[in-house]
């Protein structure tokens, strides 16, 4: 079995305010609230509230990737191919909006977020955006979204995959709009994100 993303937006204040001890519970909470069911399908899109529980969360799952992390990580694989072939000016904003959503970072945000012993699902957090840097990724898309299909041709010549999971510019786009749906919501908001590997 393969890591998995659930994404959570969370009301960031309210976060920060539960003691480091309780957060990864009402995380877990929030990202299975009947618990793992390895044979249930994860309702897809939006769920506002994630739990009643944690009425200041969110949950998307991707209607793409039936909730493997796969995708995104080779969506960052076919953006690294193709992004000499881009405008500059495309470049400069979907490296901005897509590398922080799929790419480890040294110095991702969110240290002291949760316990130092790693988390319930027995690693780190794939994806931590306090709600000022999930401002800044929907700038960057606002920038990105009018010019990439002019990335088309060059992606289908240099970064297609066929049979893969991010198999062609379609199946890119699709997943790059659904991180944009991701993100324009929780920044409308005002909220953060995480990305559980769940």
């Known amino acids: 079995m393969g890591l ?3 994404v959570l937006a969370l009301d960031w204040d309210r976060l ?3 003691p480091a001890a309780g957060r990864q519970e009402l995380l877990a909470e929030a990202a299975c609230p009947q618990g793992p069911d390895p044979d249930g399908a994860p309702e897809v899109g939006w769920v506002f509230p994630a739990s009643p529980k944690v009425p200041w969360c969110g949950r998307y799952e991707f209607h793409s990737t039936t909730g493997s992390y796969a995708p995104h990580f080779w969506a960052g694989e076919g953006w690294d191919a193709a992004r000499g072939f881009a405008d500059p000016a495309l470049r400069d904003a979907l490296d901005g909006f897509l ?3 799929v790419r480890d970072e040294d110095d991702m ?3 002291g977020l949760l316990p130092s012993d790693g988390t319930a699902w027995g690693m780190r957090l794939l994806l931590v955006g306090p709600p000022v840097r999930v401002a800044g990724l ?4 606002a920038r990105a979204q009018p010019l990439l299909e002019g990335l088309r041709t060059e992606y289908g010549r240099h970064a297609a995959r066929p049979g893969g999971s991010i198999a062609d510019f379609d ?3 699709v997943l790059l709009r659904e991180w944009a749906v ?3 919501e929780a920044a409308r908001r005002g909220w953060g994100l995480l990305g559980l590997p769940v």
């Open 4 to 6: 998995d993303l659930t």
């Open 16 to 18: 920060e305010r539960t």
């Open 99 to 101: 590398l922080p959503l």
């Open 109 to 111: 945000p969110g240290a």
């Open 138 to 141: 929907a700038a960057h898309w």
């Open 171 to 173: 199946a890119f786009t």
């Open 182 to 184: 991701v993100v324009d």
